[in-house]
């Protein structure tokens, strides 16, 4: 199992980050959720990972297994994580977002349930992901980043 984790969030730009997204891999396909079609929000309508804005003192970690957990149901841990890095906010200049990439197995399909939050929710694969004109184009960069980098 790969298990090439980038450094974690410490002191000095725990307080510099904006949110958390995940690639979400269960079995060998993607958690993808499709965006509420609302004008107040970024990327209305368009195809995303589980994962969003910081709350609190949150650290990464803690925001995306937060997100996670509302938004489709799944409990996530550190040990769940394969891949995280961050990148720079391009909703927020000056910021950083970070980046997970996560796997469970193909059971934990039976367990999602969406949230609150998102139009609905389907299983897809990386490579459909990334050929798809109404996905959230910075999302797709970084899929494609961890991919080309593995």
């Known amino acids: 199992m790969e298990r090439k984790l980038e450094p974690a969030a410490t002191s000095h730009n725990r307080a510099a980050f904006d949110g958390a997204k995940v690639a ?38 803690e925001t995306v297994v937060r997100e996670t957990r509302e938004e489709v149901g799944l409990r996530l841990t550190e040990a769940d994580m394969v891949w995280r890095r961050d990148f720079v906010s391009v909703s927020a200049p000056g910021w950083t977002v970070w980046f997970y990439v996560a796997r469970l197995s193909a059971s934990a399909e039976a367990d999602i349930v969406l949230g609150d939050e998102g139009q609905g929710w389907e299983l897809m694969t990386p490579h459909s992901f990334l050929s798809r004109s109404d996905a959230v184009p910075s999302l797709q960069h970084r899929l494609a980043v961890w991919l080309n980098g593995r």
Do not use: S
Not at 41 to 50: E, K, S, V
């Open 24 to 61: 979400l891999f269960v079995g060998e396909r993607l958690v993808i959720m499709r965006r509420d079609d609302r004008p107040d929000i970024d990327y209305p309508g368009l195809l995303d990972f589980p994962g969003g804005g910081r709350e609190g003192d949150e650290t990464p970690l």
